[in-house]
């Protein structure tokens, strides 16, 4: 007697996959949905017993209004975006051109596993020699001190990624293209470059995430309000006796926004990118 065609063992194991896909991605989901129902709660509504998951007494848009109204969001919205941009363009240019030396030229693989060795202390460590050096250059409480503390520790993994995907491109490639008459930076630019196109966007991706989200070095370098980022702005949020949570999460809600934006602009690139740089090198 033939099975049916979804008891096929195929059929199952996908359907298996499926079901833990699903149940993963609502587990992530989760706290992202719970975000925007308490952004669009009212007031009364924030401190209910029991506490409800969804809005029951109405929708409630304003504290997105509020949040633009209150305080500098709209200025901190802006210094995240020119630091985030400045150090992804920085980190992305510098790692290419790394990549392509490692992929590309007989440099020592040692050389290579020495650049991470700066990924296997915790951030923290960092700060102190960071805030002696900024403090003596005369660059604390500057966005310079942001996007140079962002690019050196966005580098050493931006390196590696590139490195990997650079590698898996045939060098016969580039040889051709110089045959035809390109000279060796020609043949980079119109040939290696666009192929490496999802490795780069996968590296434009984490370095914008990692300067976007990153707090603790915004909160100890930047003291002057005007020059704060978006993760220290939404402390404006928490105050001595209370917290405004509707406010927080919808600043929270914007502060997200443009990252997915960026995520699915990009999506096509990311995974193949991600995973070249992983397996080659």
């Keep these: 007697m033939k099975r049916p065609k979804f008891l096929r063992p195929s059929n199952i194991r996908g359907t298996i996959f499926l079901v833990i896909a699903l149940v993963i991605g609502i ?12 952004s669009l709660k009212g007031q009364s509504e924030l401190f209910t017993r029991p506490a409800t998951f969804f809005p029951t007494k109405g929708y409630y848009f304003q504290a997105y209004l509020d949040v633009w109204s209150k305080g500098k969001f709209d200025q901190y919205f802006m210094n995240s975006v020119v630091v985030s941009s400045a150090s992804t ?3 992305v240019v510098i790692a290419i051109l790394a990549g392509l030396g490692f992929a590309r030229y007989k440099l020592p693989n040692k050389l290579l596993l020495s650049i991470l060795v700066s990924q296997l202390f915790p951030l923290v460590l960092l700060v102190p020699p960071f805030f002696v050096v900024f403090r003596q250059m005369g660059l604390y409480d500057t966005h310079a001190a942001l996007i140079i503390s962002y690019v050196s520790f966005a ?5 590696w990624m590139l490195t990997g995907y650079f590698r ?3 060098i016969d490639l ?3 293209a110089q045959v035809d008459g390109a000279t060796r930076l020609g043949a980079y630019l119109r040939i290696t470059l666009p192929l490496a196109t999802p490795g780069i966007a996968a590296t ?4 914008f995430i990692l300067a976007w989200n990153e707090f603790l070095f915004a909160f100890t370098f930047i003291s002057n309000p005007s020059l704060r980022t978006l993760p ?6 928490i105050g001595q006796y209370g917290v405004e949570w509707n406010l927080l999460m919808a600043g929270a809600v914007v502060t997200t926004i443009p990252v997915v934006v960026l995520f699915v602009i990009l999506q096509r690139y990311l995974v193949a990118g991600l995973t070249a740089g992983a397996v080659k090198g």
């Design 204 to 207: 434009i991706v984490y370095c």
């Design 155 to 159: 580098l050493p993994y931006s390196v």
């Design 27 to 38: 587990i992530f989901a989760l706290p992202f949905i719970y975000m925007i129902s308490t």
């Design 89 to 91: 363009l920085v980190s």
């Design 168 to 170: 898996s491109i045939p």
């Design 232 to 237: 220290v702005g939404l402390q404006m949020f």
């Design 174 to 176: 580039e040889e051709a």
